[in-house]
Structures are given as C-alpha cells and as structure tokens.
C-alpha cells in the first residue's frame, strides 16, 4: 500500500509516477545518533550517493530516526532495498524502501 505524501504530491498518481523513475530510498528506524556519514559509508558500495538527508524533529531541529539516500542512478536505489533493507546500523537493524524522491520539507516527519 502506497502512503500518499499529500504536501508534496498533489494526487496518488503523479507520486507513482515519481517512484517508478527515483533513484532515492527512504531509510526507517534509524538511531537518533546516526550521522549523513554513517548512512553514506553504509550505502556507498553498492553506488555512487549523490546526497543524504537526515530526517528532523520539525521544532528541536534534532535526528528523529529516519533519513533518505539519493542514488546517482536507479539501479543501485533498487539494489539498496533488496541488499540493505534488514541490516545494522548504529546498532539498530534499517528498513530501506524505494521513495518518490527528496523535496525540500520531507526532511521533517510527519508528525506535529
């Protein structure tokens, strides 16, 4: 089931249509310690990381435990999910899906 990120997609559709040609993978459970760095070290060997945005606490600006990874090609985004997706980092196992891509403001979760 797809979660329909509302206040950046305006319709089911065109978020569908973002997935099936992103090369980003949001990251879950992450340790509130874990760093860009961290994550970039971790998902680096399977390709180039173009970027890494760690999801904040809308008003202490602090880790919040998830994050997302931008692939410079799709493939490795792919590959990401089947190879990391159960792993440990920081101490804490990863879950790591195919995301619609990072726009500015997604970094803060959903919650108030």
Known sequence: KLYW??????????????????????????????????????????????????????????PCGFAFVEYRHRIDALSAVVNLTGTKLDGRVIRVELDAGFKPGRQYGRGS
């Open 5 to 62: 990120d509302r206040s950046h997609y305006d319709s089911p559709e065109a978020q569908t249509r973002a997935l099936a040609r992103s090369s980003t993978v949001y990251v879950g459970n992450l340790a509130f310690t874990t760093r860009s760095t961290h994550l970039r070290h971790h998902f680096q060997h399977l390709g180039p990381v173009v970027q890494v945005h760690i999801g904040l606490d809308r008003n202490k600006k602090t």
